[in-house]
């Protein structure tokens, strides 16, 4: 049987990463859903990155040369 290269997050990481971020916010009360979904999807991309072998990156800005 093959082994499967999907990578998961557990439940107990996205909590960590939810706790940090509430945190980071000064600990306001009542946005402990939005910080799960914040921390689901931050440590889904790291997920998705590691499995592609890179984590993706913003293009480069194009300086052009202007013309006098």
């Known amino acids: 049987m093959a082994k499967s290269t999907k990578l998961t997050v557990s ?5 960590l990463r939810a706790y940090h971020i509430w945190e980071a916010e000064g600990k306001p009360a009542g946005k402990d859903f939005d910080h799960w979904l914040r921390a689901e999807a931050e440590l889904a991309g790291t997920a998705a990155a590691k499995k592609g072998g890179e984590a993706k990156r913003a293009p480069a800005k194009r300086t052009q040369a202007r013309k006098h």
Do not use: L, Q, S, V
């Not at 439940?11 to 909590?15: F, P, T």
């Open 11 to 15: 439940e107990a990481e996205i909590g």
